[in-house]
């Protein structure tokens, strides 16, 4: 059985502070003003671009919010499209913006944060 959810090939590591502006709500930075399409969650990465339809979709992992991929991301047009549904995904920005200010806690997850 393939695995195609560990093709880092595909997969970016970047800071939070990289995708997202670190004030307000998180998640909704992560979209542009127009299309803030939380309702799609795809668990495992799509095959096409929700807008574009390319099959150029990159999973994106944030530096001290999720020890995997977050969310995905269109290589083409940018579009973000949520691996987890809207409340779960700001709850994971927000613990790296935690971490942000402490660095030397870089990977690991306090489980009490998830409470
Ligand atoms: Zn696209």
């Known amino acids: 059985m393939s695995n195609l959810l560990f093709d880092f090939s595909k997969t970016r590591l970047v800071m939070l502070d990289d995708v997202v502006s670190i004030k307000g709500s998180l998640v909704e930075n992560l979209f542009d003003n127009s299309i803030k399409d939380y309702e799609n969650v ?8 929700t807008r574009c339809k390319s099959s150029n979709v990159l999973g994106v992992e ?11 991301e269109c290589d ?7 691996r987890f549904k809207k409340d779960l995904t700001e709850k ?12 030397s806690d870089w990977g690991y997850v306090p489980p009490s944060k998830f409470n």
């Open 76 to 82: 083409i047009c940018e579009n973000t499209i949520l």
């Open 42 to 49: 795809h668990k495992k990465r799509p095959s096409k671009c």
């Open 92 to 103: 994971y920005l927000q613990l790296a913006k935690g971490l942000w200010t402490n660095p």
């Open 62 to 72: 944030i530096m001290g919010a999720y020890d995997g991929i977050l969310f995905w």
